[in-house]
């Protein structure tokens, strides 16, 4: 008999309880990953997660390779794939870190009812989140709808148990060699035409990749992090969204990364707390979807199910994903997620605002958008914020406040060194005209080489105008109490 560890949104082997598990049980060890496309009701994974993950797989096999652990790869529907390979290995234990989306739960568990008939003995752990879904709970034991009371709530508990050490290669029994696919024959990875370049120069996916992101972080982010988290052009903040996504680090490691940074005096307690509290709003999201499943499709708040959102105009929503709204720091943003799969959540705001309440959009058309293109892509934290954002979300800012995005990015972007990034046709224009290249007189323009309607968009919506057809269109669906 051997030890089977299903990976699936945990692909580490350091601080997580699975693999620390299997390797306890005394039994010879094997490991498998599972590309499921095929399971009813799964959404498939976007563009920028598939090449993520590829990357991370291969990363996972390198680091199960150097402690001797069998690694495989399959595809396939795991309520056909899992008991196959469970019987072919011989798996008297199998192993893995419980999901919380649907219809992954549900899969899991109709799995390990099958693979407990059986006579495999199934064992799940936690390992995603600081603490269960269902472990925080309201005085009537409902789940929480509002941040502050969740995350005070999940806070008494104390801190989370500390991290555990990858397990050592000495101690590993290697268990069969299953079968598998080569990673690169999934055909995860952009081919014709492969639009990679720039995620291949952001990132270094897998477990390694994420610890030096963290190291980094807590050398040079954390300290000043309350203040400088909101700044897209200052490396303000982590950058550890898709190591999160994918599980490549834990968010208990955080905790206690954090915690010691703070003892050895990198960083200040305002700034720990903030940081926490992020990883709190993650927390929150996959509280929230655990208990409101449809969260990408549906509106929290049913109000905004008679909002009248303007059909999609193809020109608009073009000139939106392809940043060339005409608003440079919305466009800076959207160049930013296109070349390389992440864009700064201070910017995510307001793009999706732009797209929500300047351009009158349904927000899952953005959320589908952001799907695609994020390396970060989470089902909990997409839908959350997009929701959020929206102001149909459970714990929501109100769709009233509607973002100027000029004065959005000069509040954010002072310099104006974001925008001259990622939108390099206004690099020289100063300052004080960069957000609003329209109010420049000629002769900046001129200087800059810069022609609008040419060189650069005109605003595709004058905002004045956009922000009074949104009020409007929010008073027809207000309670008039
Ligand atoms: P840091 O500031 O270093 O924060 C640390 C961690 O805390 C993040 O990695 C993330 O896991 C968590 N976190 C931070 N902010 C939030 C938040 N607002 N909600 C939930 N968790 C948060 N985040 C995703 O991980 N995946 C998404 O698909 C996603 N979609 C978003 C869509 C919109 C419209 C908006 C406004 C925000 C979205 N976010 C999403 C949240 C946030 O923008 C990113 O988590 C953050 O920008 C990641 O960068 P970081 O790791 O440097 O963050």
New binding site residues.
């Given amino acids: 008999p051997c030890a089977l560890i299903w990976f699936r949104e945990d692909l580490r082997l350091t601080d997580n309880p699975a693999v620390t598990a299997a390797v306890a049980s005394g039994l010879p060890v094997t490991a498998l990953f599972l590309l499921d496309e095929q399971s009813a009701g799964l959404r498939p994974l976007g563009g920028a997660s598939r090449w993520w993950l590829s990357q991370s797989l291969k990363a996972l096999a390198r680091d199960c390779d150097r402690i001797s652990l069998p690694f495989a790869v399959r595809s396939g529907s795991a309520g056909t794939a899992i008991p196959q390979t469970v019987e072919e290995s011989g798996a008297a234990q199998v192993f893995w870190t419980r999901r919380y989306s649907e219809p992954e739960a549900s899969i899991d568990a109709e799995l390990r009812r099958a693979l407990d008939r059986g006579g495999a003995v199934v064992q799940t752990f936690g390992g995603r989140l600081l603490h269960e879904p269902s472990a925080v709970r309201s005085g009537s034991g409902a789940p929480f709808k509002v941040y502050g009371a969740f995350w005070r709530a999940a806070r008494s508990g104390g801190a989370p148990r500390a991290p555990l050490p990858a397990p050592a290669g000495q101690k590993i029994i290697a268990g069969p060699r299953l079968g598998g696919d080569e990673i690169d024959a999934l055909g995860l990875e952009p081919r014709a035409p492969d639009w990679a370049g720039g995620l291949r120069e952001a990132w270094t996916p897998g477990e390694s990749g994420a610890r030096d992101a963290l190291e980094t972080?807590l050398q040079d982010?954390l300290s000043g992090?309350s203040a400088a988290?909101d700044r897209p052009d200052l490396p303000?903040?982590?950058?550890?969204?898709?190591?999160?996504?994918f599980g490549e680090i834990s968010?208990v490691q955080?905790w206690h990364a954090s915690e010691a940074a703070l003892a050895e005096g990198l960083a200040q307690a305002r700034d720990v707390e903030k940081?926490r509290n992020?990883?709190g709003?993650?927390e929150?999201?996959h509280h929230l979807l655990a208990a409101f499943p449809d969260m990408a499709r549906r509106n929290a708040s049913s109000r905004f199910d008679g909002f009248s959102w303007r059909k999609p105009d193809a020109a608009e929503l073009d000139a939106w994903r392809g940043g060339l709204t005409g608003y440079p720091i919305v466009d800076a943003g959207m160049r930013q997620l296109w070349r390389t799969g992440?864009?700064?959540?201070r910017v995510?705001?307001i793009?999706?605002s732009f797209l929500i309440k300047d351009l009158l959009v349904d927000w899952r058309i953005?959320?589908a958008w952001?799907?695609d293109t994020?390396v970060?892509?989470?089902p909990?934290?997409?839908a959350?914020?997009?929701q959020?954002?929206a102001g149909s979300g459970a714990d929501a800012a109100p769709f009233f406040r509607i973002f100027n995005p000029v004065l959005q990015g000069r509040k954010f972007d002072p310099s104006g060194d974001y925008v001259r990034t990622y939108v390099p046709e206004l690099s020289r224009l100063p300052a004080k005209w960069i957000h609003a290249p329209w109010e420049a007189p000629s002769e900046a323009l001129d200087a800059a080489g810069v022609e609008l309607g040419r060189d650069y968009p005109r605003p595709i919506v004058d905002h004045a105008a956009a922000r009074k057809r949104a009020l409007a269109a929010l008073a027809q669906i207000s309670d008039p109490t």
């Fill in positions: 972080f982010g992090y988290r303000g903040t982590s950058r550890l969204s898709p190591h999160l996504r968010p955080l940081f992020e990883l709003w993650r929150f999201a992440w864009m700064h959540n995510r705001m793009a999706a953005g959320e952001f799907w994020l970060d892509a989470d909990a934290n997409n959350m914020n997009w959020w954002v």
